[in-house]
């Protein structure tokens, strides 16, 4: 059952639907019915209050005495969950625009970034946007307050990759100046640009007591190079061509794509910053099932639990 689910969620197919906001409660629907569908790590056990149910709640949380007194559904809401902000970071780059199949990985991105922002937004969280290339291009700072979400999602419908330079590490920094302590801070993008000012950042961040997640989205020619014939490469960002014949430089690629990506994710764990590869043929739904049931069991900076973080 669960097979046919995510099979019928192909991104191809999520693509076509003109409505992001549609587009996202497609997907978070298809979540097990609730299961692992937090985004944070854990759960409060620190009641604090009641607020009406939204679609798209969590069924656990609704209060079945309280419906039945009342005839209307109100979830529980923890102390944890009405502090809580949650910032997305999305990568408006041109080397975004990159796709070998049907989706490019923007694409992919975009609909990945409104999938959290429905999760989010239907925790009862503050929900911010940002998007960046070579500089901010677009903030909406986190806000619990009617029209948030539908805000947020016109932004990044209204988005397309751009820009000669990426400069994650610039972003990072703004968004460590102007964002309160303990919130979430959420990066999306292909993290192809050198990555040492950018874990720097990251790592601020952390000590700023945000829960950090950096979420890598890969298109599949990129992790495999499955070139069979000479190609022109052309740079996204800066148009440099460079001729290459497969079978010369697949390992060469392959290779430092590797220890590339290997050091960022090394980097991320040693500062418990959950960091997870999304690759844009994969549905998202099951993409998402898996990186929300790793992350609530620990599985991913698992240390974090035991420090007590958040």
């Known amino acids: 059952m ?13 693509a076509r639907i003109a409505d992001l906001e549609l ?27 009641y607020r009406p149910y939204a679609w798209g709640d969590d069924l656990r949380f609704v209060d079945w005495r309280l419906y039945g ?26 080397s975004m625009d990159y796709g070998s199949g049907e989706v490019s990985k923007f694409r992919y991105a975009q609909m990945l970034a409104a999938c959290l ?6 925790q009862g969280d503050a929900v911010g946007f940002a998007a960046y290339h ?6 909406v700072p986190a806000r619990r307050r009617d029209g948030q979400r539908h805000r947020i999602l016109m932004e990044i419908d209204n ?18 100046d102007v964002l309160p ?11 192809l640009h050198p990555a040492d000012e950018m874990i720097v950042h990251l790592r601020s961040l952390r000590a700023q007591r945000h829960d950090v997640l950096v979420l890598q989205v890969s298109d599949p020619a990129e992790q495999t190079f499955p070139f069979d014939r000479s190609v022109t490469l052309v740079d996204a960002e800066d148009s440099r061509e460079q001729f290459a014949v497969p079978e010369e430089v697949r390992e060469a690629y392959l290779d430092n794509r590797r220890r ?28 998402l099932h898996r990186f929300l049931h790793r992350r609530n069991d620990g599985l991913i900076a698992p240390s974090r639990r035991s420090r007590g973080g958040v």
């Open 2 to 14: 669960q097979n046919s689910i995510y099979t019928y969620l192909d991104p191809a197919e999520l």
């Open 23 to 49: 587009l996202a409660r497609t997907v978070i629907s298809g979540l097990q019915g609730g299961a692992h569908r937090s985004i944070h790590h854990g759960a409060s056990v620190e009641f604090a209050q």
């Open 134 to 139: 070579r500089e901010l291009i677009a903030h």
């Open 181 to 191: 302590a303990r919130g979430m801070v959420v990066l999306i993008g292909d993290l």
């Open 69 to 94: 007194r009342s005839d209307r559904l109100h979830v529980k809401q923890f102390q944890d969950e009405r502090n809580l902000r949650s910032t997305i970071l999305l990568d408006c780059s041109a």
């Open 260 to 287: 590339h990506f290997d050091a960022i994710r090394e980097a991320c764990l040693a500062a418990e910053i959950d960091i997870e590869e999304f690759a844009c043929s994969e549905p998202l739904d099951m993409a």
């Open 159 to 176: 988005l397309r990759p751009a820009g000669e330079e990426t400069d994650t590490a610039g972003t990072l920094r703004v968004m460590g």
């Open 117 to 122: 922002v429905m999760l989010a937004s239907s």
